[in-house]
Nanobody, 120 residues
């Protein structure tokens, strides 16, 4: 079974910084793509930032100048460095990972979500 364990959520003031982590564990051959999504109350889940094992990245326009996504391929861990945080960044953040299990099967799993709250 593949597990995604998230950490780093919490409460920060506007202008502050926060770093989220997502570790993929289990019998996996490879993790090809990982991404962070968020869902605020009354809104649909949206892509925040994503990256592939090859290093390509994709950011939402609203966070492109403030957030940085990175990954440690050896540890199958994804990070999201959030700087200059705004109240509109308040949401539940979800980690997503796609790849191949140790049984040679594709997987597409989500983490449990972590609450990020930015106070004004």
């Amino acid at each position: 079974q593949v597990h995604l364990v998230e950490s780093g959520g919490g409460l920060k003031p506007a202008g502050g910084s926060l770093r989220l982590s997502c570790a993929v564990s289990g019998r996996v051959i490879s993790v090809n793509a990982m991404g962070w999504y968020r869902q605020a109350p009354g809104k649909q889940r949206e892509l925040v930032a994503a990256t592939t094992s090859g290093g390509s990245t994709n950011y939402a326009d609203s966070v492109k100048d403030r957030f940085t996504v990175s990954r440690d391929n050896a540890k199958n861990t994804l990070y999201l460095q959030m700087n200059s945080m705004k109240s509109e960044d308040t949401a539940v953040y979800y980690c997503n990972a796609q790849g191949v299990t140790g049984y040679g099967l594709r997987f597409n799993y989500w983490g449990q979500g972590t609450q990020v709250t930015v106070s004004s």
